[in-house]
T-cell receptor, first 116, second 112 residues
């Protein structure tokens, strides 16, 4: 069964510092990978996605992620964090079954705190 | 504006009192789905629908029902809610053939 692991439950960075959030997946086929952000009291917003092609993908709000098949990883990065980036971040992999079921398997999330 | 809407956003109820959480999307998406979010567990799929009158179970369907009588609506029904269904619920939709899902704002349900 597929799974997604986000090893860091909570990360604190200073404003202006760089950020990397880790994501490892377990999936038998070519994965379709996503990063979502959830601000307090808000829904889930898609930051970026990887389906195929260039392994470095750009997203909204200055985020990028790199797909590394050899490491089964899809880490999220940002060169300079802003206070407004404080939120919870979820990595997800798409499940597509033979019956047509589509579901996203989510990691447990990483809560980002930004210090002034 | 393209969006997924859910109502209510917040609900406190008592054990055994039937409730319905509505979900509507205006993007003409074929695919709709319900998830629940619990601390430390991420989001888990409850039910999904590939089109009108076509629904099936996700990973955690026990205690829930759904229906899909219209393409835009996908209500989640709790016939006899229990405290272990206290959670944050998200509805999502997507186009047929796409892997992306668009999420609603969430409904926070508390069952006492």
């Amino acid at each position: 069964a597929q799974s997604v692991t986000q090893p860091d439950i909570h990360i604190t960075v200073s404003e202006g510092a760089s950020l990397e959030l880790r994501c490892n997946y377990s999936y038998g086929a070519t994965p379709y990978l996503f990063w979502y952000v959830q601000s307090p009291g808000q829904g889930l917003q898609l930051l970026l996605k990887y389906f195929s092609g260039d392994t470095l993908v750009q997203g909204i709000k200055g985020f990028e992620a790199e797909f590394k098949r050899s490491q089964s990883s899809f880490n999220l990065r940002k060169p300079s964090v802003h206070w407004s980036d404080a939120a919870e971040y979820f990595c997800a992999v798409a499940l597509i079954s033979d019956t047509g079921r589509r579901a996203l398997t989510f990691g447990s999330g990483t809560r980002l705190q930004v210090q002034p | 504006e393209a969006q997924v809407t859910q109502n209510p956003r917040y609900l406190i109820t008592v054990t055994g009192k039937k409730l319905t959480v509505t979900c509507s999307q205006n993007m003409n998406h074929e695919y709709m789905s319900w998830y629940r979010q619990d601390p430390g567990l991420g989001l888990r799929q409850i039910y999904y629908s590939m089109n009108v009158e076509v629904t099936d179970k996700g990973d955690v369907p026990e205690g829930y029902k759904v229906s899909r009588k219209e393409k835009r609506n996908f209500p989640l029904i709790l016939e006899s809610p229990s405290p272990n269904q206290t959670s944050l619920y998200f509805c999502a939709s997507g186009r047929d053939g796409s892997y992306e899902q668009y999420f609603g704002p969430g409904t926070r349900l508390t069952v006492t």
